[in-house]
């Protein structure tokens, strides 16, 4: 019917993997024409020659569902297709999807999804990654979600205690901090050690540029890791709605208050192509390169 070498053939004129080609042949009874329609007709071989493009734009979506808590970054790659409802249905079924399976990972989870997402690239006709995903499941407290500017920056939080109004008003402040603050942990005791050292490295290196005396160097590194606890960690930040107190005053008049024995579990906080490539735009280029 076909050989090795056709497979091969088929997967240099296509992109698409070795045996999605092998497939596509056996349907085809060996006809390369034939078997290069099928991928076609599949969104196969459109959405492997969109593979080698850079998707660096999108949205993250966030879920709440019962107790189960999720946060997914999808990319594209441009804006204009970020904002259709296309695209936007798409993500929040891979939304719903991880809320629904046991999902242990971004490559599993590409795996399972990975015929939608041919699907989807064919239909919308850009290239679409799943980047990254978290997924809480809370036992004993709530999950609160935010998504701001569209998209561009998406948080959940875990919060342990009875759920109330409060609770959930709490939680909500939580989402907007998190959002507006950007910290990397809940407490201090969480920073790795690695990370806090060279930090002090750092700090130390500074105060000795600035000509102070080695006598009080070290009070003042120790001055300004408190300083750098307050950007990083989510409980000694200032609160955003009241400058005047922390997060960690602000739980415990929120406890005191209404009665409540809440805590800060966790945190997610995906910012919409943090740390992607992005494609710069050559309009002369492009318009060339469909003339050719």
């Not at 409802?85 to 990975?114: G, M, P, R, T």
Request: proline share 2%.
């Amino acid at each position: 019917m076909f050989t090795a070498s056709d497979v091969k053939e088929l997967r240099e004129k296509t992109g698409v993997g070795m045996m999605d080609c092998k497939k596509a042949l056996t349907e085809a009874d060996g006809d390369m024409e034939k078997a290069l329609e099928i991928l076609r007709v599949k969104g196969m071989a459109t959405a492997a020659k969109k593979s080698s493009r850079i998707a660096a734009e999108g949205v993250v979506a966030a879920l709440v569902k019962g107790n189960i808590g999720v946060l997914v970054e999808v990319n594209c790659e441009t804006d204009f297709v970020a904002k259709g409802d296309a695209y936007n249905s798409f993500v929040a079924n891979i939304a719903e999807y991880i809320a629904d399976n046991d999902v242990s990972d971004i490559d599993a989870l590409n795996v399972a999804k990975q015929a939608d997402v041919i699907e989807a690239t064919a239909k919308i006709g850009e290239k679409i990654s799943i980047r990254r995903f978290a997924k809480f499941v809370t036992e004993d407290g709530i999950i609160e979600s935010y998504v701001h500017l569209g998209g561009k920056v998406g948080v959940i939080v875990e919060v342990t205690g009875e759920d109330t109004p409060a609770s959930r008003a709490f939680a909500h402040d939580l989402t907007l901090q998190i959002a507006a603050a950007k910290p990397s942990y809940v407490f201090s005791s969480e920073v790795p050690t690695e990370e806090l050292e060279k930090e002090k490295e750092i700090l130390t290196a500074q105060a000795l540029n600035e000509g102070k005396p080695a006598a009080i160097i070290e009070k003042m590194v120790q001055g300004r890791i408190s300083k750098y606890y307050k950007d990083v960690c989510l409980m000694d930040q200032q609160f955003v709605k009241n400058p005047d107190i922390s997060i960690k005053q602000y739980l415990a008049s929120v406890n005191k208050d209404n009665g409540l024995n809440l805590a800060i579990k966790r945190f997610a906080c995906f910012e919409m192509g943090e740390g992607l490539e992005k494609k710069v735009d050559n309009f002369v280029d492009e318009v060339m390169s469909q003339i050719k």
